[in-house]
């Protein structure tokens, strides 16, 4: 059983559309995590939020972390094809060195 | 830049055999992780260390082990490889902040495929 959830798990869209990853779980976390990952290389950090209710903007990306700490959001705004990748959010329990990944969402982005 | 480099980026073993994957990170970090990604599974730790010579099991350490002997190197081995153990396998690095936002720097992974 996955301790994060994400959906939609695939997720195939025209270049300029808009849209949004959701991260969730039944467990509290003390930061949250979105990494983006293409193929053949390993997962690089996006972003990472802390405080319940926080929303970060990285250009075109809008990351949330819900007010209870158990959930988060990805919305990328005017998508393009460069966004294609799998999109992985992890959160970091109370031992700080470990951190429970999501089963990932796989974005592709047509031109 | 950071750095953290595999071994190999793709392997193929046979059943029972002893496997060895390397990583090394080139930037004095604690922490080393070894993952395997499957699939609709995401990322599931194996092991992790946050010392030379200390290590701590992971959520599956079952058919692993590792060996961090040198701070800048932490290697996992599957002492006698099975079928089920076919993944990608991905190393990271951290430098431990102790705020729960350490940045884990990934190396490119290595595609095992046992026969």
């Known amino acids: 059983t996955q301790l994060l959830e994400q959906s939609p798990q695939f997720l195939s869209i025209q270049e300029g559309e808009n849209l949004t990853v959701y991260c969730n779980s039944s467990?509290?976390?003390?930061?949250l995590q979105w990494y983006r990952q293409e193929p053949g290389e390993g997962p690089v950090l996006l972003v990472t939020?802390?405080?319940?209710?926080e929303v970060k903007k990285l250009k075109r990306l809008t990351f949330q972390f819900g007010d209870a700490r158990k959930d988060s959001s990805l919305h990328i705004t005017a998508a393009q094809p460069g966004d294609t990748g799998l999109y992985l959010c992890?959160?970091?329990?109370?031992?700080?060195?470990?951190?429970?990944f999501g089963s990932g969402t796989k974005l592709n982005v047509k031109p | 830049d950071v750095k953290v480099t595999q071994s190999s980026r793709y392997l193929v073993k046979r059943t029972g055999e002893k496997v060895f994957l390397e990583c090394v990170q080139d930037?004095?970090?604690?922490?080393m992780f070894w993952y395997r990604q499957d699939p609709g599974l995401g990322l599931r730790l194996i092991y992790f260390?946050?010392?030379?010579?200390?290590?701590e099991k992971g959520d599956i350490p079952e058919g692993y082990s590792v060996s961090r002997e040198k701070k800048e190197r932490f290697s996992l081995i599957l002492e006698s490889a099975s079928t089920n153990q076919t993944s990608m396998y991905l190393c990271?690095?951290?430098?431990?902040?102790?705020?729960?936002?350490?940045?884990?720097?990934f190396g490119p992974g290595t595609r095992l495929t046992v026969l």
């Open positions: 260390s946050y010392d030379v010579k200390m290590k």
């Open positions: 992890a959160g970091a329990g109370y031992n700080f060195n470990k951190f429970y």
């Open positions: 467990s509290v976390f003390s930061s």
């Open positions: 930037m004095d970090h604690e922490n």
């Open positions: 939020v802390v405080t319940g209710g």
């Open positions: 990271a690095s951290s430098f431990p902040s102790g705020a729960y936002t350490d940045t884990q720097y």
